[in-house]
């Protein structure tokens, strides 16, 4: 599609609708929202993308590339593959439950072989047993990977939010685990002082009258589409964008 220049991907329908409503905000960049399940999207289907975002959700990934000051026309991919499979909440059924998507988001990769990939899993012991079988899976296909233990308190959020944040560069020349580990604990000395915007934080509920504190501003990211639920869902199932950024500035630093 000419002009296009970023594909989201996400088989939620109310997450695509979002997605959708972002863009039209210009409150992520312009592109192609696919609705299909990540099985059913072939190399044909990337073509001509400069950038990727499959389990894309509300944008998240999208948000932290442009705060890491990632330009827009540096190609990227990324890819929070669903954690229920791994979540201590969850039944915990790993890699024989059928939400794990993990070989699908693989195979595309082993298709396109995009030069850089970010991704996100939650920080739970089958999560770190996930990210072992990725790091290997990666470098088996000729990526560096680096990855990062990181929570969403460290940019001064008012919850934890464990997650494992990994990336893999085909042109990574070595340079490792652990320079990128400690790129980002130097990175998150700086991150509280400069992206801080909970100091300004808002409770909001959902139907169920559970709140939890969001940025203010971040309100109106869904106005008019969602009810509460919704919109809690939406950012439930989000990354924290803060928080990605520093991993992706602390990849671009070395």
Known sequence: MAGVMNY??????????????????????????????????????????TQVHMFAGIGGWAEALRIAGWTADRPVWTGSCPCQPFSMAGKQRGEKDPRNL???????????????VFGEQVASPLGRRWLSGVRTEMETLGYAVGAAD??????????????????????????????????????SHE???RHNCWDDSI???DDKG?????????????DGIFKASS????????????????????????
């Open 150 to 187: 990181l929570c969403a308190a460290g940019v001064g959020a008012p919850h934890i939010r464990q997650r494992l944040y990994w990336v893999a560069d085909s042109n990574g020349n070595g340079w490792g685990r652990r320079r990128l580990v400690a790129s980002v604990a130097k990175q």
């Open 191 to 193: 991150a509280h002082a």
């Open 102 to 116: 993990w070989a699908e988001f693989r195979r595309l990769i082993y298709e396109c072989r995009p030069a850089i």
């Open 8 to 49: 989201y991907n996400d088989n939620d329908p109310k997450a695509a609708a979002w997605l959708r409503e972002l863009i039209a905000a210009n409150l992520i960049p312009p592109g192609e929202v696919d609705e299909r399940s990540i099985e059913d999207v072939t190399k044909s289907d990337l073509q001509g993308y």
């Open 210 to 222: 559970e709140s939890r504190r969001f940025p203010r501003g971040y309100e109106r990211m869904a």
């Open 231 to 254: 919109l809690g869902r939406g950012y439930g199932n989000a990354i924290v964008p803060q928080v990605a950024a520093e991993f992706i500035r602390a990849y671009m630093e070395i």
């Open 203 to 205: 409770w909001m509920s």
